[in-house]
Nanobody, 119 residues
Framework: QVQLVESGGGLVQAGGSLRLSCAAS????????MGWFRQAPGKEREFVAA????????NYADSVKGRFNISRDNAQNTVYLQMNSLEPEDTAVYYC????????????WGQGTQVTVSS
């Protein structure tokens, strides 16, 4: 059983920074890809960023390019999301997720962590 545990959300002023962490448990689990998604009140969940586990290739939503950075620690099975220059529009519940292969969708999801950016 794979579990994803997130941490690092909170309240920050516009222009500030936060770093989210997501640790994947499971003794032998190695993801194919891990990603971050977010859902704001009244809106659908949207993609934020993803990282391929084997070589660290990354992909970002246009709305966060240049401000957010996704990284991983292979040894700790942990993915991070460094969020800089935060804007009120970034306020949402952030979820991490994991894919086990290129043939599957994101199967494992964290519980979510709230990020609130005040203006």
């Amino acid at each position: 059983q794979v579990q994803l545990v997130e941490s690092g959300g909170g309240l920050v002023q516009a222009g500030g920074s936060l770093r989210l962490s997501c640790a994947a448990s499971g003794r032998t689990y190695r993801p194919y890809q891990m990603g971050w998604f977010r859902q704001a009140p009244g809106k659908e969940r949207e993609f934020v960023a993803a990282i391929w586990w084997s070589d660290g290739t990354t992909n970002y939503a246009d709305s966060v390019k240049g401000r957010f950075n996704i990284s991983r620690d292979n040894a700790q099975n942990t993915v991070y999301l460094q969020m800089n220059s935060l804007e009120p529009e970034d306020t949402a519940v952030y979820y991490c997720a994991a894919r086990s292969s290129r043939l599957t969708t994101y199967r494992y999801w964290g519980q979510g962590t709230q990020v609130t950016v005040s203006s």
